[in-house]
């Protein structure tokens, strides 16, 4: 029933820190991996080896440069899944009952066996965290990687979403937002953890944790943080067979030797 | 968004269609058997044609039983469950005026009050969207119900009121193009919003997710051809409503007249029901740094 329900029990979901993440794309690839393999239809690919290769991921990074105008550009990596909104709007205009919002858990999932692929749910997220696939013709989205957290098949330590289990920098993490002291809450208590695009009133469950502030290494053409201790040798008069800067003191420190 | 042909001609014939039997239901023209046949073939053409063209629309058409059941939440749902209601009603009022020589005046009036609530469910999919800032004001429904009515009463032959109304549709679509324009920015969108970087400075995309567009892209940043969108509207706004307005005042009205106001009048549409779809913007848009 698309009708969300009025509270949920838990609040899963997933904190994610810009501040770590190196757009290393591993979560992406595991994403994929265990996705196309479990929970539903595969993850298809078209034309994957052509010249517009085209495919359906859960979880997606974009990369952004931010810059403040006098200091240097900054990059920030940026992971994006579904965030299992509380106030889901694909869920609501989902005209089959195919989409829907757990009560127990707060998990927003695709009914395959129900979805038509009218792609509406996809229109109404803002944070295109729904595609429809191309080969099944059914909406696909992040799950939360429900087939692995509550598996008891599986040992203890991957009953995590893939995407946290396999992040090599330590940038996403997963659990209950409804308990104030769950590692997901603390964290984004500590570190201001912010909704995307509060303004579109969807609440969503995710949090992201913003990029701690850079030391100001002292405005644009600064950006060589050693220049001030190779100044000495930087000065020092450079000739055709005696280089300056760092080969000249190179060259000097080897001919003592 | 992108500019599907399903749904341009879905909204588009299917308005038409309900428009007439808006028309027909409260019994202008009333008229009996073969021309009653005549006028409802067509609007259950344009209704009928148009949804059809809608499921060309789905990925997976064999669940789409399933869409008659969200009537609680879902304007899609509504849409379907309210134009099948109003289809088979007007069949029975239909078969009164074709087969019986009868008109039941009340199914008429519930039918008639039904087409339009149909159209305004069709404009409530749209208008619904949050994420369209463009389409989400009211003036949305205000329009497709304009052209459902306007539309209706020229395919219903009621000369004298479609020339008010189709002056009347002129104005609703300028206004719609006014405040669309400015949805966006009111709407208070931005990719640093989108991002939550905005304290940290201006945001830009500096490497895209995938290297050539995706579903997301394909289906929802369109920018193709906004640059005739100008053109286009001058087409659509002269098209949908002045030209067969002049048609049918300055010429001795006869069918081949009548016939070139109607068409004018549906070119007008399909290019406004195109611009409505490649116009849009949707905020997912900001993540990709295009619009
Ligand atoms: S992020 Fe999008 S798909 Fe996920 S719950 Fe929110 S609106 Fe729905
Ligand atoms: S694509 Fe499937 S899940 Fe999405 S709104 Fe349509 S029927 Fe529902
Ligand atoms: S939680 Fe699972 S489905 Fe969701 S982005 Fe992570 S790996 Fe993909």
Redesign the pocket.
Known sequence: MTALPQTTQKKLGLVIDLDICVGCHACVTNCKEWNTSNYGAPLSDVDAYGAEPMGTFLNRIHTYEVKQEGCNAQTVHFPKS????DD????TVCPTGASYKREEDGI?LVNEDRCMGCGL?AW????G??ELDQLAGVMK?CTLCVDRIYNENLPEEDRVPACVRTCPAGARHFGDFADPDSNVSRLSAERGGMELMPEQG?K?VNRYLPPRPKTDIGGENKIDILAPFLEPVVNEEATQDQPGGFLGWLDKALEKI | MHPAPSVIIFTSLSGLGFGLLFWLGIGYPEVYGMSAFGMFFVAYALAVGGLLASTAHLGNPKNAIHAFSQWRTSWLSREGIASVVTLLLMAVYAIGMVFLGQRFQILGWIGAALSMFTVFTTSMIYAQLKTVPRWNMRLTSVMFLTYAVAGGALLAGQISIAVVLLLVLTLVQFAVWQAGDKRFREAGHTIETATGLGNLGKVRLLEPPHTSPNYLMKEMVFTVGRKHSRKLRMIAGVSLGLLPVILLYALPFNPISAALAVAFHVLGLFAARWLFFAEAEHVVGLYYDKR
């Open positions: 579904c965030l299992h909104c889901a709007p694909c869920v927003v749910c109404a997220c803002p944070y965290a729904r989205k969807t969503p």
